[in-house]
């Protein structure tokens, strides 16, 4: 058998004394979501050396408000963009071999209730198989009324004709970025959460670094770099404006902002391992029923968003329509008391542009990669999905521009990430959170103090331990944000968490846990909008 390594600790101090030694890096990255992470484990993995900075939390924003899906992308089948389907396909594979304890697959139905909805759909489908090929998760199968019952038994069954049944995957969005993060610092990157780019700094006319604040005690210093990378995702166009002013350069936005609502309810109202899929309601959007966790998520909505608050709220008429477009396909329809937690993400999509900031056809993948004339790399757009196939893209953007020397490429397909099983993954991503969610590491989070002492919902004391030493968790919301997804699932219970976790966060940290600001945002992802 073969032993697992111990984890790289996080302690904070370390690390911020690492990042404050002058050197000259390879690369910055400034955003530790998704995108940026896998940017610098590519980085890292090549042997370039790298550090990363994020103002807030790893996967804070946008990166841990996925709808929990790794897929190919169904409905771009419609709009004829085979390149990109194929793409993510490819990459939905990729990414569950590397993190198989955090991506798997999973069946989806479509429900008919029209004669011409299962031929229809499924056509399409059979198309997504065959361009999936050896990357296939299962085949499409046309099912019957029973069998859909069967697949889905709290699906309407009055008017159903039966439904088609096809493979995606699933992931838990937060714990692959703290992968990703933990993967590439084990590369020799460094990383740090809470740690703001306050200033990017210009010389003879080019971006040479980074002023930085470590934000828990104010202490600045810069960070010296071949080339800078902005990976910040809705948020990109403040740290553009910030390099075009420096060198008297106007800068176009390249973001409007979408918001996505999710609301979580308890299992029963799906009671299946199957997840609902309904490719067009009533006004033609997609309605997804995801078990995921323990619990069933529904959304996601696709609205046009203007401020970029960092904790968004739902609007009124996106809650509606969850509930209204679940009481039409579920036989009980959930209600606002039912609800066990809301969240909303900021999807960055990309207004059309050219590096110089001129409009122009859209790029490939649904992500753009900008450099500035002052060499400051952008990247924004794309999903989760491709994250690793973005990363390789924003290399190939230093090489082409001459900011680093070519390195070949190709060295994330085949890295599997920490924590990763050798032996196979028997849990379900749909099943309650537990000790499988640290995959390899499960034995060695289960020999640290408290191991016996469960928090509530599964999570122990040894996993708040584990969090602060091994996983850069720094206050409470992190840890039932982020490392457990207890605010996700159901946010009464993680309130009724937060106590203990701080308590034991303290003890690690010796920092404030910032128990008040938790309690007053589990209280928001159960409030409904007015």
Known sequence: MTTVPTPLQTQRSELMERLGRPRLYDLVII?????????????????????????????????????????????YLAQGNIALVREALHERTTLMNNAPHLAQPLAFVMPSYRCWESPFYGVGLKMYDALAGRAGLGSTEFLGAVRTLECLPTVRSQGLKGGVKYWDGQFDD??????????AASRGAVLVNYCAARELVHEQGRVSGVVCEDTETGHRFTLHARCVVNATGVWVDALRQQDGEAVQRPVKPIVAPSQGVHVVVDREFLASDHALMVPKTADGR????????????????????????????????????ILRESARYLSRAPTPGDIRSIWVGLRPLVKPQDDDGNNTKSLSREHTVLASRSGLITV??????????????????????????????????????VGTPEEPVRH?????????????????????????????????EAMVRFAARYEYARTVEDVLARRWRMLFLDAHRAAQMAHAVAEVLQQETGCDPQLAPFMALAKQYVRLPS
Do not use: N
């Open 174 to 183: 937060a714990r692959l970025a703290l992968a990703l993060a933990r993967t």
């Open 31 to 75: 955003g530790g979501g998704a995108t940026g992470l896998g940017v610098a484990l590519d980085a890292a993995a090549r042997g370039f050396s790298v550090a990363l900075v994020e103002s807030h939390d790893f996967a804070k924003g946008t990166s841990s408000r996925a709808t929990k899906l790794v897929h190919g992308g169904v409905r």
């Open 428 to 460: 379900r991503m749909c099943d309650a959170q537990g000790w499988h969610s640290y995959g390899a590491e499960a034995g060695f989070v289960r020999q640290l103090p408290g191991a016996g002492r469960d928090l509530g919902g599964g999570l122990t």
């Open 380 to 417: 924004t757009g794309g999903k989760w999905t491709t994250y690793r196939a973005m990363a390789e893209d924003v290399l190939q953007k230093c090489f082409t521009s001459g900011f680093l020397e070519a390195r070949p490429g190709g060295v994330t397909t085949r890295l599997p990430l």
């Open 286 to 321: 997609v309605l997804f029923a995801v078990p995921w966790l323990g619990k069933v998520i529904l959304g996601t909505t696709d609205s046009p968003r203007h401020d970029l608050e960092r904790e968004p709220e739902p609007f009124p008429e996106e809650m509606a329509f």
